[in-house]
């Protein structure tokens, strides 16, 4: 350190003592924001739930080898029993090869959903955060513009113009998805947008991102590799809900018939048609709907666990 | 709050009712099966109505032309005649408007009746066991889809229990009391559905907000006072947290208005979402367009209506 | 000395977090005696502010606790005190005064109403009668155009107009003890002398008694009586001021007063500044002897194994070295 050792004004025999300090323990971040997320117990047990819930959706048909279209009239709207562990529908096919086709199609439209929204998000984010100025002022026009558009009404509107010609150019399921995911990112990129901006906006005067500039970094260099490392963490807290938030608005509109039709089992389409059959197989409803739900509640509470993990502000 | 800020806040809606217009109308415009020829050459719409609407909606005129004539027509609640339904389509929405209404602000009431007390008390006893049950039960509320909800609640409590009717009736027979009674019966499972959800994303905030709000400075101060903690939580932190939850209540109320739809299609209530729904299905172009028109307008209404609030209750931005 | 009108004992104030207990106030004492101005002198993260919110018992208590010692006002311990008795005492007689005059008002109240408030709990004025002496204070902190400012909002003033709101606000009951946690250290230089101007006045007119809580020494010179340093969590010198200056005991103390910058004509040659080399130690996990040791030329074998006592070594001169 710095500075000189005071002249002594009481003479003193015995030489100074060197005494070092205590220590401080190096912990990775990594190894910190684990800690911090697995002292969320909520947030843990979802992790399994949502290991469980992909790994049956992946494997599934490995272990579970039923037709989602077996028709079968012998044996319509039965409870769950062995032969069909969550019964079947109107038509006898089996729920549960359903459902595990359904779970694959919800998460797909999830994680697709969040990609695009991520995509759009960041990149809007990221440009207006580290331009200034004009461009910055128009990108955000741009986004509180998108922010007051009433969403679900317009959700339909797309859809509902543009379902068929996607039908024909791709095919059932593949012109329902991409709609499904294009619609839903292009109307769930702003919140992104304005969080990843406002961690550009904070980081950027920091001592750190001066020091990589006084060394000569470009400004994409110092977006990519300096900055936006740092602004990772609420991004992907808002992700994970964004996932969560394509689950719902997709079996939403798969529940009210405007999403995936019948005969593609993702878990609201099989709502759309469970529901006229209520009252004598409510289980054709119930295990799509509780399905969703506690795919959604873990999506979310690992959400929780990652925003405790990665933006520790709290005081205890 | 000056008249000055009132009268700037309400010119900024108008570029926003352009933005937004804009984008319903390039939408529309760019859509394949072209909705505005369709409005003409449907053979449910008399030859009376369709001159003038050629007239109103400009249809030979450039598009920059087009759009201002479809905007002003918009603007006017002249929003042509429903494929299906064969009456005007304003008679048909603001037929429908008030019971969405209703329903949408019993829903909101419910909401913060619940989620002002429970984030309040969370909010000032953090970690405890209150406020780790309301957090939890906060997840699932906002986990749980609205039709799955629905669905469950018809299960339960008209199917099962028989106490409550699922089917929503605006031609109800009977008279005061009677009528008063049966509108409460049939309202308590759509509101409370749509509360609930509403007030578990709510409680959230509140908490939040109170949580931020504790911590600054003048809290300490005021606590320093000695004035009481039950004043320091009330006239302080309070009324503070809550500014910020205005704005978010107005923000939020877009996907309130999805959830709404949602409701009243199971619910089977006739109000505007479930008009928007059916007229979807059943291809009736002008209905949809009005319909997604009317949210717009509702939705810059409702965000105008609620910065003016946070001015009203926060002085310090007026003065920007 | 006679009776003191606040005295810490041993005051041990503790705090819970993640990665252990942080002591930020680890065995403190001082006293305060009636009407004068007693210093509490230190470096950032040194514990003084911890030690004046614990007399008003403002600080968090879940992550916060009394580990120990007392609190005595006027005779009574104030630790055990319910939050109803301790409210009886804040501001009426106990007041303080915080740091950001920028934050520490609530914004959405004008600064009359936030005034009264303290009047209308302690003496149950009516509105009119508590907005009247609203006014009043606001005159007697020198607020010009007091009438008309009373309604204004906290927004619509400067920092240092802020701050002597908040000086209104601690003086409205008329405390006997005013506890004023770095008053001036967010303001400008030249509104800083015009709020211990003022600061010293009210203590001359209600015959208040102050505890200064300060970072820097030449502002202790020039107000304090008497002074207590404190480092790491504990008290390490506690002498008058004149005392003190000329003839500071502990290393530490030393190294405050080399390190203000001289303007006067002793400095003639160019001197470099005078550090303190080293840095604090961490209050999670303390050292075993003296806590200054690291930092302290003279520091022997014995300084760091036994942490040394607040002794007496001159008239009301304690110092906790043993050198």
Redesign the interface.
């Known amino acids: 350190?710095?500075?000189?050792?005071?002249a002594?004004?009481?003479a003193?025999e015995?030489p100074?003592?060197r005494?070092?300090?205590?220590a401080?323990q190096r912990v990775s971040l990594r190894r910190q924001a684990w800690r911090?997320f697995r002292r969320h117990r909520l947030a843990l047990i979802s992790l399994f739930i949502l290991g469980l819930i992909v790994f049956g959706v992946i494997f599934g048909p490995l272990l579970w080898p039923v037709s989602i279209s077996d028709i079968d009239f012998t044996a319509i709207l039965q409870g769950p029993s062995w032969a069909h562990p969550f019964g079947t529908d109107d038509l006898g096919q089996d729920l549960l090869a359903r459902m595990i086709y359904g779970g694959r199609i919800s998460i797909a439209v999830g994680i697709a959903a969040m990609a695009v929204a991520g995509g759009l998000g960041v990149m809007v984010g990221a440009i207006s955060g580290m331009a200034s100025g004009r461009v910055d002022a128009a990108l955000m026009w741009l986004t509180d513009l998108f922010l007051a558009l009433p969403q679900v009404p317009l959700l339909l509107l797309l859809i509902f113009l543009f379902r068929d010609t996607l039908r024909a150019a791709l095919g059932e399921e593949g012109g329902i998805f991409l709609l499904i995911v294009v619609v839903i990112g292009g109307l769930r990129w702003m919140p992104l947008a304005r969080l990843v901006r406002a961690q550009f906006l904070s980081l950027r005067e920091k001592e750190f991102v001066e020091a990589a500039r006084a060394l000569g970094a470009s400004r994409f260099r110092l977006m990519v590799k300096h900055i936006l490392p740092n602004a990772i963490g609420p991004v992907i807290v808002a992700a994970t809900i964004e996932v969560a938030n394509a689950i719902i608005t997709e079996s939403t509109l798969s529940f009210l018939g405007l999403g995936f039709p019948p005969d593609v089992p993702s878990w609201g389409s099989i709502l759309y048609d469970a529901q006229q059959y209520l009252d004598t197989a409510p289980h054709w409803a119930l295990f799509p709907g509780f399905a969703i739900f506690l795919t959604v509640l873990s999506i979310n509470f690992i959400g929780d666990g990652l925003r405790d993990a990665l933006d520790p502000r709290r005081?205890? | 709050m000056s008249r000055a800020y009132i009268l700037r806040r309400l010119m900024m809606t108008i570029p926003s009712l352009l933005g937004i217009s804009a984008i319903i109308y390039a939408i529309l415009a760019l859509a394949p099966g072209d909705p505005f020829g369709q409005l003409l050459t449907n053979p449910n719409v008399p030859p009376a109505v369709v001159a003038q609407l050629r007239k109103s909606f400009g249809l030979d005129d450039p598009v920059w032309l087009r759009y201002l004539h479809w905007l002003f027509a918009m603007l006017h609640g002249n929003w042509g005649f429903s494929f299906s339904s064969r009456i005007n389509v304003s008679t048909l929405i603001f037929e429908r408007l008030p019971v969405s209404l209703v329903i949408l602000g019993a829903a909101e009431i419910l909401a913060i009746l619940v989620a002002v007390p429970v984030g309040v008390l969370a909010g000032t006893r953090?970690?405890s066991l209150f406020d780790k049950i309301a957090n939890t039960l906060a997840f699932i509320g906002f986990s749980l889809p609205t039709f799955f909800t629905g669905l469950v609640l018809i299960l339960v409590f008209s199917i099962r229990l028989r106490w409550l009717p699922f089917v929503f009736r605006t031609d109800l027979s009977v008279t005061g009391i009677a009528w008063l009674w049966q509108n409460i019966l049939q309202s308590v499972m759509p509101v409370t559905v749509l509360g609930l959800f509403q007030g578990a994303a709510l409680v959230r905030y509140v908490r939040a907000s109170v949580l931020d709000v504790v911590k600054?400075?003048?809290v300490?101060?005021?606590?320093?006072?000695?004035?009481?903690?039950r004043?320091v939580i009330t006239?302080?932190i309070v009324?503070?947290a809550l500014?910020p939850v205005v704005t978010l209540v107005a923000v939020q109320l877009p996907v309130v208005f999805g959830g709404a739809i949602i409701t009243e299609q199971i619910f089977r209530i006739p109000g505007m979402g479930s008009l928007l729904i059916s007229s979807i299905l059943s291809d009736d172009t002008p209905v949809v367009m009005a319909i997604t028109f009317v949210y717009a307008v509702l939705v810059i209404l409702f965000n105008l209506f609620a910065d003016l609030l946070y001015a009203w209750?926060?002085?310090?931005i007026a003065?920007r | 000395m006679p009776e003191p009108l606040l005295e810490i004992r041993d005051l041990r104030t503790w705090f819970?977090?993640?990665d252990g207990t942080v002591r930020a106030v680890d065995g403190v004492s001082m006293a305060v005696g009636r009407g004068e101005t007693l210093a509490v002198v230190g470096e950032s993260g040194c514990g003084k502010t911890v030690t004046a919110?614990s007399v008003?018992k403002?600080i968090?208590m879940?992550?916060g606790r009394f580990a120990g010692g007392e609190i005595i006002w006027r005779g009574r311990d104030l630790i055990p005190l319910k939050?109803?008795e301790?409210?009886?005492?804040?501001?009426?007689e106990i007041?303080?005064v915080?740091q950001?005059p920028m934050?520490?008002?609530?914004?959405?109240y004008p600064v009359g109403e936030q005034i009264a408030?303290?009047l209308r709990?302690?003496e149950r004025l009516s509105v009119k009668a508590a907005l009247a002496r609203a006014v009043e204070l606001l005159r007697l902190v020198q607020i010009p155009n007091a009438e008309g400012r009373v309604h204004d909002?906290p927004?619509?003033f400067s920092g240092g107009m802020r701050q002597r709101v908040?000086i209104a606000?601690a003086l409205a009951c008329g405390p006997q003890l005013l506890i004023a946690d770095e008053p001036t250290t967010a303001l400008d230089v030249t509104i800083q002398a015009q709020i211990l101007d003022l600061l010293n006045d009210m203590k001359a007119r209600f015959g208040m008694a102050i505890m200064l809580i300060t970072h820097a020494m030449g502002v202790v010179a020039e107000n304090a009586q008497r002074v207590v340093v404190m480092y790491a969590g504990k008290v390490v010198e506690d002498a008058p001021v004149e005392e003190l200056f000329a003839n500071p005991r502990h290393?530490y103390t030393?190294?405050l007063i080399?390190a203000i910058p001289r303007v006067d004509a002793k400095a003639e040659h160019r001197v470099?500044l005078?550090?303190?080399?080293?840095?604090v130690?961490?209050l999670l996990?303390p050292?075993e002897g003296c806590r200054f040791?690291?930092r302290?030329?003279?520091?022997?074998?014995a300084?760091?194994s036994a942490e040394p006592e607040l002794r007496l070594v001159g008239p009301e001169h304690k110092v906790a070295c043993i050198?």
């Open positions: 350190m710095p500075g000189s050792i005071p002594s004004l009481i003193d015995a100074p003592l005494v070092e300090p205590v401080e911090r005081v205890i | 953090p970690y600054l400075d003048y300490t101060t005021a606590r320093s006072k000695g004035i009481g903690e004043k006239r302080h009324r503070n500014i209750l926060d002085p310090r003065y | 819970q977090t993640d919110r008003l403002l968090d879940p992550p939050a109803r301790m409210d009886k005492i804040r501001t009426r007041a303080m915080f950001e934050t520490a008002l609530n914004p959405v408030e303290s709990a302690h909002y927004h619509q908040v606000i290393p030393q190294g080399r470099r005078e550090q303190i080399p080293g840095t130690p961490s996990h050292p040791a690291a302290c030329g003279f520091a022997t074998q300084c760091v050198l």
